[in-house]
C-alpha cells in the first residue's frame, strides 16, 4: 500500500497488552502516550468503512461513538493516516481501498507482531546480560501480548525458566 501521509517522526506507534500505543515526543524532550483498545479501533474501523462514500470527520466519529473516548478515537485515526488507510480530502477522511477494515486490520496485527519481536529481542538481550528477573518481567509482557496462544505459552515458559535461574543465583530485585 503506497502512504498516503507523511510520518510524523515526532510521533511512534507500539501495541502493548492489546492496546494500540501512541508515544508522541515534545520539544522538550518528554514524551506523552495515549491508548486505544482494540474494541475501540475495530469500531473506528467499521464506522469509517460504513461511510467510505462521504467521508468521515473527527467530529463525526466521536458523535457516532459515544462509548470510545476521544483520545482513543484520535489514537485510531492517526495511525490508520500513518499507514496510508486513510486520506484526507477537502477536511474529511476517507479510506484509501474499498477493502477498508481488512487494510486497518492488517496494519494493527502487522504492528503487534513487530513490537511482541521487540519485546522478545529485549528479553533476549537481558538474558545474555544475565538479568534474569527483567528478562522474566519481559517475557510475561511478550505472552501476555501475543495473541498467538503457542508462542505467548513459550514466552510464559521462558520467563518461568528466568524466574528459576534468578533464583539459582540468587538474584535480588535491586540488582540492575
Known sequence: MTRTQPVD???SFTVELGHLVRTVAKPDGGTYSHRCSIA???AVA???EEHAGQGVTSGVLWEAAPDVPCTQVS???AFMKERGCLVVRHRRMFPTSRFFYEDAMTEYHALEHVTGDRLAREAEAAQRACNWRRAAAIWREAA???DDTKQAE???KQAAWCDDMAVLVNETDEQP
Open 40 to 42: 475501540s479501533y475495530k
Open 154 to 156: 513459550w514466552f510464559a
Open 75 to 77: 489514537v485510531a485515526v
Open 144 to 146: 501476555e501480548a501475543n
Open 9 to 11: 517522526e515526532r510521533q
Open 46 to 48: 467499521h464506522f469509517i
